[in-house]
């Protein structure tokens, strides 16, 4: 279950778009909670309450068919929205779910979009925002259509780094490496699949395999494979 924290953590997105008149009114009315790994934050088919917004830890965002298993749709990071596309519904489409530990703001509706109606800024974000999830969405369904595995593969790994970025420590190092079952998941591919893939793209010298950890060790030859 979610549990709800004390942190006087203030979201940089919200006090960034709108106005200090407004300031107050968000004080007043958000709320912070604490998920744990493998929890969800909403499950496809709650009631829309409100928006949600990243402040640490990582999520996934996927959705559940009846006649196909998980499919990973995006994943998002600190200062990234989730819930936005349950505003004009009334329950949830999608199911988010914690990586790691997490530490999430939430903001009823009713408030979120009395501040869309009043700040500007905050809606030009909001718009700039869609249409780059709705760009990704675009991308991502042209790759399942038209490459094969391996190149989807590699857009995922690239993925991974422009999301979550690499380790502090070891810079090729991906600082979050999703399970080999989420990586079929959001490849549309089987886990056996994404073993055989993970061990060519090393063979490749494309990424290196430490356990579970990857290391991309040539980016542009991923993106390479891409754009062939």
Known sequence: MKKRTKSLHKSGL?????????????????????????????KQGDKVEGIHIIVK????VSILGPDYPERILRLAGPDKLLGHRGIANSNYPITATA????????????IFISLLRTNPDLSLFLIN?????????????????QLEVKERMACVLSTLAESFGFD???????????SRTDFASF????YESVIRTLFALQK????????K???IINMEGLKKMLKQ
């Not at 502090?168 to 999703?178: G, M, N, Q, R, V």
């Not at 490849?187 to 089987?190: L, Q």
């Open 14 to 42: 919200l006090y960034k778009y709108c106005s200090k008149d407004w300031h107050t009114l968000i004080d007043s009315n958000i709320k912070h909670f604490l998920f744990k790994k493998g929890q969800f934050i909403f």
């Open 57 to 60: 830890g990582k999520v996934k």
């Open 99 to 110: 990586l790691t530990d997490c530490e999430i703001l939430f903001l009823p509706n009713d």
């Open 129 to 145: 925002f869609l249409a780059e999830e709705i760009r990704n969405s675009e991308e991502r369904l042209i790759n399942l259509i």
């Open 168 to 178: 502090a420590d070891e810079p090729t190092k991906l600082s979050y490496t999703l």
């Open 187 to 190: 490849v549309g591919t089987t």
């Open 204 to 211: 490749n010298k494309l990424i290196k395999l430490d356990g």
């Open 213 to 215: 950890e990857i290391h």
